[in-house]
């Protein structure tokens, strides 16, 4: 039996469940949960309540809502948390439907890995090679699109299939081929029965398969590396002053390191203001610390008085190069399309300003995978755009830079988060 190699990296491993509809995301997390021990007495005893002898529905430690139960799907994002001898884990179970797509992204943001389910019962695996389900390619497209490191494939309810050596075969060379003509770096492709437990925990004892249990194979995964070197950026959250009464009291900058590390010492500059100072001392949990790194969220005490104010940026000097326009990737949520020339907000780290579209350059067709010509972007849909912004902002590319390539994009009129804008370049 192959196992995978043991991970240095003891971090907490973030990572998300996706996939269509019913194909089992929620029950394999249940059976995560109750294989690592980690269901309380009190909800144990309600599952087999429910259950009447039967088995028990583990589906049902994720979906929360009333709304989920009464209509047997997830809705909201579902987080749960537990932990092996190795490492520990935080699991974000994100809905199948294709109108909570959202809140798929909203869960991968952050993520370092991504397991997305294909139900082998949905798939036709007498054609070469199998098509695959519309809902797999745009979750895998859209972990690709959010930078999430580690992609895994979990083929699941093979406890359904006559001869699922042969079938999982078909799908997993299907998964391979579709993900090498998307880009798309592949941590494993993983045979499991969610419902049965066979490979999510237990290694699956079988002539077919020699590789690693799912559980082997996310122990095993790296996590996001902070970029800790280069240039510090840091998005000013909050700006907290010392003291009572009136006058220059000190004030302490918030913001969790994008990038770099800060010390006391350093020289930075305020953007948008141009403003330089010397940092005087950091802080990390309202302690005073030698240096706070990139993930960290650091308390930054200037030598002077400056303007600062929540959604300002701060940096190493000559670093931040503010743009107006810039291309990205736009991730479309919204059942009102995304069209050329509307106004929208967009929020940049902490800082709101307007925005238009300019341009929509092709959308991604999902099933080929080339890009195509468009007007507009429906919901769901992702394209290539540009964007242009009322104000400069300091955008950096996404693919180097989570939180600087970044933006949100909200309807003005009606508040919905619209989309998700993932910085290509600024031009």
């Keep these: 039996m192959h196992t995978a190699p043991p991970c240095k990296d003891h971090r907490a491993l973030r990572f998300l469940t996706a996939g269509s509809v019913d194909d089992g995301k929620s029950t394999l997390i249940g059976r995560l949960l109750f294989d690592s021990r980690a269901i309380l007495a009190d909800q144990l005893d309600t599952l087999e309540k429910k259950a009447a002898g039967a ?3 583990l589906s049902l430690l994720t979906d929360g809502l009333e709304a989920e139960r009464e209509q047997g799907i997830t809705i909201d994002v579902a987080y749960r948390y537990f932990a092996t001898r190795q490492r520990k884990f935080i699991i974000a179970d994100a809905p199948g439907h294709e109108q909570y797509t959202r809140n798929m992204v909203t869960a991968a943001a952050g993520s370092d890995a991504a397991v997305v389910l294909v139900d082998i019962t949905k798939l036709d695996t007498t054609q070469q090679p199998v098509p695959l389900l519309p809902q797999t390619r745009r979750h895998a497209l859209l972990a690709q699109l959010l930078r999430v490191p580690n992609i895994v494939f979990a083929v699941n309810k093979l406890d359904a299939i006559e001869q699922p050596g042969a079938a999982y075969t078909a799908v997993r060379d299907a998964l391979l081929g579709f993900a090498e003509a998307a880009g798309i770096r592949v941590a494993g492709v993983i045979p499991v029965s969610a419902l049965r ?4 925990t237990t290694p699956l ?8 249990s799912l559980l082997e194979l996310l122990e095993s995964l790296p996590t ?4 800790k070197d280069g240039d510090l950026l840091v998005p000013v959250q909050y700006v907290a002053r010392e003291g009572e009464g009136t006058g ?3 004030r302490t900058l918030w913001g969790r390191v994008a990038h770099g590390r800060v010390k006391a010492g350093d020289e930075v500059q305020l953007f948008p203001s141009g403003q330089g100072a010397t940092v005087a001392e950091v802080r990390l949990a309202g302690a005073v610390v030698d240096v706070v790194e990139a993930g960290q969220s650091a308390g930054i005490v200037l030598d002077r008085q400056i303007d600062v104010s929540r959604g300002d940026w701060i940096a190493t000097p000559s670093t931040v190069h503010p743009s107006q326009r810039f291309s990205a990737t736009l991730a479309w949520l919204d059942t009102e399309p995304a069209v050329v020339g509307r106004k929208y907000w967009v929020r940049h780290g902490n800082r709101w300003v307007q925005a238009r579209i ?4 092709s959308r991604l067709d999902i099933h080929t995978l080339e890009a195509t010509d468009a007007h507009e972007l429906a919901v769901n849909e992702i394209g290539h755009v540009i964007v242009e912004t009322q104000q400069p902002l300091p955008v950096e590319s996404y ?28 031009q």
Excluded: F, H, M
């Design 55 to 57: 088995p028990i529905d």
């Design 197 to 200: 437990g066979d490979n999510v």
């Design 205 to 212: 004892e079988t002539d077919w398969y020699d590789g690693p």
């Design 224 to 227: 996001s590396q902070e970029r």
């Design 248 to 250: 220059n009291q000190p």
């Design 358 to 361: 300019t341009a929509i350059e």
């Design 399 to 426: 693919e180097t830079n989570r939180v600087g390539g970044s933006l949100i994009v909200v309807d003005p009129a009606s508040n919905r988060t619209s989309g998700a804008l993932l910085v290509k370049a600024p």
